[in-house]
């Protein structure tokens, strides 16, 4: 032994147990000061301060205790348990740069905890029942991670923050979403990659990309896809109508209990794989998911969305046997329906004519990648989004007889004899309809939860409406409280289409219990099931048509009446809100009408 290396030994070995305790104290808080100020990202610097140091540390340690294997331990777990203390008492502490918004504590502490509500299913309610005892702007998580850098240099703590906010104040609806408001935050990152439009997160990357999106969405492209809708609206009746007539054996007047949200699912799917990759789906005419296409799309939706709260941890999901071959699956069946329907090539106007840019030779064509990340994107965000509020929409009109007589007459009154409900303008002119397709979008957003944004590292504080939030904070408008909040909707959980004919007094006095002198709250500007600003949905206009279409042709043909028993409210209960949300069953008696 060298004679430096024995006088280390002699040295350490002259330490006391407290001289030891001082010197661990020191060190993890120095170490603690110096991750928070500086944020270490490179492997040297964290190689020193996650292992170095408290490797140094155990040396000493180990002439007190039993073997060197238990020193390392020691030393290891006090020194990192000491960091870990020092970041939980600071993000509880008045030092916080968030510390003036109240929050449940363990959402204070680390963001693990939202991704234990998302999997439970209920974060509408959990994030609503927060506003209602902590006001406007509730302290709902902490980032652990600066979600820039590869999630292995990640695994230092990030000690200062960025933190998450939910706010219920619809006036900075605006400012938050509208234009020159913030980007996408953390929690879009990680989703795919290349990442779909609706993970860009950078706003000229996400302008760019939206050109082909704003194309295909223009009234006259929407105008080209009426045959498309009317086809499978066509298609939804006529499936249905057999499969009562068949149970019926030729009796006339029959009915059939049928699980209608689940059938919804299939027509919206069945149209967006006619919109997104030339059709071939087919889940209608199967009766079911025979070929797996829902079950691909759903099965990594649930883990993606509570991963997505920690999002640096997506990477590796990857690494966990079965997801891996899940996501994989997915794109790989995007990746052959992209090939598949350019062979059809420019013929057919739908959706992907637009984002491979067929229709504008002028543009740059997408990368095969590319375009089968943003074709996932429109099966995902195009169908489940539509099957829900249509459902929620049926669940409502047959709690409601009242408002599914009124719209049957509407119905009739707009397409009689017959006459097929394909005229767009028209039904774009329906007032009830309309009216009860908002109020089913007021009730259940398909997007519950919103959709987070940030204000980046280095931006300094940032003036949003009344409030000022320091940088690196995450935002989230909450949709489902702005939309329950009786400040913007009076008699908020109440299903009342009325209020969205307030243009017309008549209206408002016969048919609903609010007296025309009654103070009446209707703060359109605090509806947002489509978002606001530059990333609203892209897909509003075409979402809108379907829903007035299929409505119309369901109710020309078919009746749906609640199967007694079935207790009220319990759809409802059962929903979960997961990013989109996931619906139960709903299963209605269908008859075919004389
Ligand atoms: C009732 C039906 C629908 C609802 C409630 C809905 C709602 C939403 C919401 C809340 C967003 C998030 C926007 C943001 O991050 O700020 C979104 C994005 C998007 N939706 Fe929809 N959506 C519906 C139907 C559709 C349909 C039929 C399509 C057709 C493909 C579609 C395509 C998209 C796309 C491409 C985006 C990303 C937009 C962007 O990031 O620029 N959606 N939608």
Redesign the pocket.
Known sequence: MSTSTERIWAATAALSLLDIGILVVGSSLSSYIYFKRFEPQRPLPLFILVVLIPGVLSVPLSTFLSSNTLGVAFAFTAYGGLVLFYTLIYRLSPFHPLAQYPGPILARISKWWSSFVCARGKQHLYYRSLHEQYGDIVRVGEYDFDHSAPWYFHLGIKLAGPNELSIRDASVIPPI?GPGGLP?GPW?DNRTNPP?????RDPVE?QR??KP?NR??TSSAVKEYETIVASRSRQLVDRLASLVRSEGKGEKKISMPLDIGAWMSYF?TDF?GD??FGGGFELMEDGGDAKGVWHIFESGMKSSAVMAHTSWSLVLLKYLPGTVQTIQRMRNFGGVNVVNRMKLGAKRKD?FYYLSGEDDSSTVRPSLPTLTS?GI???I???D??A???TALFNYLMQYPAVYERLQQEIEAAFPHGEEPIDAAKLSRMSWLNACINES?RLY???PS??QRSILRGEGPRAIGHYVFPEQTQVFVH?YSVHRDPRNFSSPDQFIPQRWLRDSADDMDEKTNFSATENFIHNSAAF?????????????N???L??RMVVCFLMQRLEFRRISGAGIGQWEDELEDQFVIRKPPLWANVSVRS
Not at 196 to 200: E, I
Not at 528 to 540: D, N, Q, V
């Open positions: 979403l996408k879009w779909a439009l609706v993970g860009l996400h990309r939206r999106w295909a969405f919206t967006m919109m997104a959706l943003d994107l429109a099966i965000a195009g169908s989004t539509t829900t509020t249509l979008l957003p398909a997007v919103g959709s949709t947002i099931p489509f978002s606001y600003g530059p990333t609203i949905c892209a897909g509003k075409l979402a809108l379907e829903m």
